[in-house]
């Protein structure tokens, strides 16, 4: 079916979930919640366009996560899911879909088969929900909820998800319709109070809402299912001494009587992490992504190029699990230094600290490390990736 567009809905403050930043845009395996759905739309084929609907407080939040994203621009919601949905549909009128999406923003896990079978379902109903039965025995309970009232027959109750499907023109007259009045709890609540038949496709396990810090910890389970593949990376680095005051190794600076040469900020043990990142995941060197020719990375922060290394393993849907990096020199020390590095090495690549290890051995004053001349570093990474890859 041509002409089909998603809303993702973000515009809840996550009171639930705690914590400074709102529940969408928190880090789930290294990327936003709310980037790993809106990718999965992006993704799917039969998606034309896909749109957020955010409050304009968590913009710059919006704008970290989708700042390569190829979407829509964003438009701003309403105080209530039922006016940013409203509002949502509203801004599509220059597009005119034929059918519409409306997914909420913290369901990270929208697969494409769950997406085709909402599409497909349009087909024969104005609207459609996914849904899955309920397997828990549900009670009713007296006004203080302290006894059970009774017990309901689960047969007829269906746990509803999105994304939720309509056909364009019927869903935007509904909620035009529904403005103002009592608020609804789902698009397919605003669908069946105007009239329209609304089918059922099944729904999907993974396809959990976070709501709460027990959600999120489902969904890092969830992340990394059992058919994944340890893969292996190496790196190893070379900066010779220059005139200085001062090195920089793994991300921290060490004062030192002399500095390092190089085209970055010459951060040998950084360069050789990265490189065992992107070896690991089979995507060129260092100097493939930022290459010693191109001015945008003189003096540059080397922070920046471990970091890309780490996001191209999320956008993999990988993980990594660690890293081991040996700097070889005669001078500095590493030692008085090493706690330092390893923090800062975990923050950049978004691991536990548990997950780097920095040693430092000499050459016993052999070869050009012997003679001082310059410093080494190497570097192995473990990284999992899906089995697909």
């Keep these: 079916m041509a002409g089909c567009a998603a809303l993702i809905l973000a515009g809840g403050s996550g009171s639930r979930f705690g914590g400074d930043i709102p529940k969408q845009y ?16 992006v993704a799917h084929p039969s998606v034309n366009h896909v749109r957020i609907v955010l409050r304009e407080a968590d913009r710059q939040l919006y704008d970290d996560a989708f700042s390569d994203a190829r979407l829509m621009p964003p438009v701003t919601g309403g105080v209530s899911r039922q006016e940013s949905a409203r509002l949502g549909l509203e801004s599509l009128r220059d597009v005119a879909p034929d059918v519409v999406l409306i997914h909420d923003g913290a369901r990270p896990f929208p697969d494409k088969a769950l997406i085709s079978r909402v599409i497909d379902g349009l087909l024969r109903y104005p609207a459609v929900l996914p849904a899955l039965p309920v397997t828990d025995t549900i009670k009713n ?26 056909r364009y023109a019927e869903i935007v007259a509904a909620h035009a319709a529904a ?5 609804r709890t789902d698009d397919a609540m605003i669908a069946e109070q105007a009239g329209l038949a609304v089918g059922l496709v ?8 976070i709501t709460t810090q027990d959600d ?4 890092e389970r969830t992340l990394w299912p059992l058919n994944m593949i340890t893969r292996i990376g190496t790196g190893f680095d070379v900066h010779r001494f220059c005139p200085g005051d001062h090195v920089i190794l793994g991300g921290v600076r ?37 290459p010693p020719s191109d001015n945008r990375w003189r003096d540059a922060d080397s922070a920046a190029f471990l970091r890309h290394a780490a996001d191209l393993v999320s956008r993999r849907g990988g993980k990594i ?13 590493i030692g008085p230094h090493r706690d330092g ?3 800062r090495i975990a923050e950049i690549l978004g691991v536990s600290e548990g997950a780097v290890s920095v040693k430092a051995t000499t050459t016993e004053t052999l070869g050009f490390t012997g003679r001082g001349e310059g410093l080494a570093a190497q570097a192995v990474a473990a990284v999992r990736l899906p089995q697909e890859d």
């Design 202 to 209: 099944p729904g999907s396990e993974t396809n959990l809402k």
């Design 341 to 343: 590095m390893r923090r």
């Design 141 to 166: 309970v007296s006004s203080d909820g302290k006894t059970v009232a009774g017990t309901m027959d689960r047969s007829a109750l269906r746990r509803a998800q999105t994304p939720q499907g309509f």
């Design 321 to 333: 699990d660690n890293v081991d990096v040996t700097i070889i020199c005669e001078r500095p020390k």
């Design 216 to 219: 999120m910890q489902i969904a």
């Design 26 to 41: 928190q880090a789930l395996g290294g990327v936003a919640v709310i980037r790993r759905a809106a990718d999965a739309f």
């Design 254 to 290: 060490i004062a030192h009587d002399h500095g390092l040469e190089g085209h970055s900020d010459a951060d040998a043990a950084l360069h050789a992490i990265t490189d065992a990142v992107l070896g690991a995941i089979g995507d060129g060197d260092i100097g493939s992504h930022f």
């Design 179 to 183: 403005a103002g009045g009592p608020e």
